[in-house]
């Protein structure tokens, strides 16, 4: 599987982005995804996954209530929703995933997409 994430670019504080993370090779609609961002001098960060068992979404206590992911199954492409963006948000961006349930730690994600930047000014 191999994974490529776009969407990102320069918005302002208080807009919104959508990133995309389209998967090629298989389909992976029984694959778990999930989002991480790295900002500039820390190490990446989990911001949400998606179970396809249910549908079920999980989110980082920092983003929920303001980014959401979804899926296009027919497309094999998810996105990250991402409104109400704070400066703080400045990372990059990549997606995860693999086979089965969403690990619990990041380094048992089997595939990575490269990152999207994504900045946002105050």
């Known amino acids: 599987v191999q994974l490529q994430a776009s969407g990102g670019g320069l918005v302002q504080a208080g807009g919104s982005l959508k990133l995309s993370c389209t998967a090629s090779g298989r389909t992976f609609s029984r694959y778990a995804i999930g989002w991480f961002r790295q900002a500039p001098g820390q190490g990446r960060e989990f911001v949400g996954s998606f179970d396809w068992r249910g549908d079920v979404t999980n989110y980082a206590d920092s983003v929920k209530g303001r980014f959401a992911i979804s899926r296009d199954y027919a497309k094999n492409t998810v996105y990250l929703q991402m409104n109400s963006l704070k400066p703080e948000d400045t990372a990059v961006y990549y997606c995860?995933?693999?086979?089965?349930?969403?690990?619990?730690?990041?380094?048992?994600?089997?595939?990575w997409g490269q990152g999207t930047l994504v900045t946002v000014s105050s």
């Open positions: 995860a995933a693999d086979p089965g349930v969403p690990p619990r730690r990041q380094v048992d994600w089997t595939y």
